[in-house]
């Protein structure tokens, strides 16, 4: 029976076979190349013109910020502010990779630190429970007088990340920039990377706050609140680490062709405020455009202090953080411009700054350095918080804290400047 069974109708279907495994073949030999890709976690912000400053009165007639015609450049901001699951692929990244450089780098004090280049995929197989593996970790693992219990686990104060860039600003305002070597305007910072838990009990003197010490970061019930006890600095250095792994961010690591052609920052104050907005024609107070805090039902529309000793204002809302998206967003479909965590911007906060700041992509910047006068690092804070009333929650309302400072109530969201869209 089988000698009599015929081949022919197979011969057509074997050969198509052949081709798409050759043409597969051909493919995958092929260098592959980034294409230009937004970033599925921002929102794009068309530029426009709009008025900057106060929607309403100030209450304090510090008048800080009177209205400014501006114009913004189009740009990509985070849909949601970063959250603590966000924020922990930074703090793993830093880990992994110092863990990398001594088990198979020669140790994590080397001027390349963290922009080695990771084998993630030798760093998988790695048995970290082995003794060997625990040796060379040494130098990173908390002290013995430190270990709880004796549990050996990673010093989080070792966890830093190394940044490298060069300040464009210094080699602007030098008078023959492109004359002087790059190397005198090349600027390395240490950052240490993990939040400050104890915020929690820092800012609240008299407070039970232990819990939120102990679990807000770590516990992964907490991953979609935002994340909060980040300095300036350490936001800064989050979107300068986003920028040069964005595959990693991705769950992509060692995948540069699915890298994002884009330069992640912190937004401009005009920029946060121009979003925060979220493309409305009036000159509203809130993101919802409604001049009220409360749907016509009581319930509150953002996250924030409704009242005197009163932080839920309904049975719905939360004492203190929340999940990002658990309120409506706004015209852009960017969620928490108003209340939950305030927010950092790349500004510096300085009283008369909208008397002189420009009208086109308008911004007042300055790195301040460790000896600088308390007064030079204040940066802009917007958003309002859960724990502020309604007038600091609106997109108009400046605040300030200081960038080396870090709070219960500040996180941050990146901004994206990309390149247009090729046709």
């Known amino acids: ?86 924020y922990h692929k930074f703090v793993n990244y830093v880990r ?107 800012d609240y003197s008299y407070s039970y706050n232990e819990p939120l010490t102990r679990l807000y970061f770590s516990h992964r019930s907490y991953n979609e609140y935002p994340v909060v006890g980040i300095t300036w600095k350490q936001a800064a250095a989050f979107c300068n680490w986003r920028t040069n792994n964005s595959d990693y961010y991705a769950g992509h690591p060692g995948r540069p062709e699915l890298k994002i052609d884009g330069i992640y920052r912190l937004p401009t104050e005009a920029e946060w405020e121009y979003a925060a907005r979220g493309g409305l024609k009036t000159n509203t107070m809130y993101p919802w455009g ?40 706004n015209g852009y479909g960017l969620a928490d ?11 510096v906060y300085y009283e008369g700054g909208y008397n002189f700041i420009g009208d086109f992509s308008p911004d007042l910047q300055y790195n301040a350095k460790n000896d600088d006068p308390v007064s030079m690092k204040r940066k802009v804070v917007r958003g309002g918080s859960w724990k502020d009333i309604a007038y600091n929650c609106q997109v108009s309302t400046r605040n300030y804290e200081y960038q080396d400072t870090a709070k219960s109530y500040i996180g941050f969201r990146c901004a994206v400047s990309m390149t247009p869209k090729k046709k």
């Open 290 to 329: 409604s001049p009220n805090a409360r749907t016509k039902q009581g319930w509150l529309l953002a996250n924030f202090k409704p009242g005197r000793g009163d932080y839920f204002g309904s049975s719905k809302d939360n004492v203190y953080t929340m999940k990002v998206e658990s309120f409506p967003l």
């Open 337 to 347: 411009m108003a209340g939950n965590v305030a927010e950092w911007t790349s500004s």
């Open 96 to 202: 992994d990779s110092l863990c990398y450089l001594a088990l198979y780098g020669g140790g994590v004090n080397q001027a390349e630190d963290t922009v080695l280049k990771v084998d993630w995929a030798r760093m998988k197989r790695t048995n970290f429970s082995s003794k060997a593996v625990i040796e060379k970790l040494n130098e990173l693992l908390l002290s013995p007088d430190n270990r709880i219990q004796g549990r050996i686990e990673i010093d989080p104060n070792k966890l830093i990340f190394r940044t490298i860039y060069v300040d464009l600003k210094a080699a602007a305002r030098a008078s023959k920039g492109l004359e002087q070597s790059i190397g005198k305007f090349i600027v390395t910072e240490n950052q240490p990377v993990y939040p400050d838990s104890l915020v929690w009990m820092r």
């Open 1 to 86: 029976m089988i000698k009599n069974v015929s081949i022919g109708k197979l011969k057509f279907p074997i050969l198509v076979l052949i081709v798409l495994f050759a043409f597969v073949f051909i493919q995958a030999k092929k260098p592959k190349k980034a294409i230009w890709r937004p970033d599925p976690n921002t929102i794009e912000i068309q530029g426009g013109a709009f008025y900057l400053g106060a929607s309403d009165e100030e209450v304090d007639m510090a008048m800080m910020n009177r209205k400014k015609l501006v114009s913004i450049p189009s740009f990509w901001i985070d849909r949601t502010e970063i959250t603590n699951f966000q």
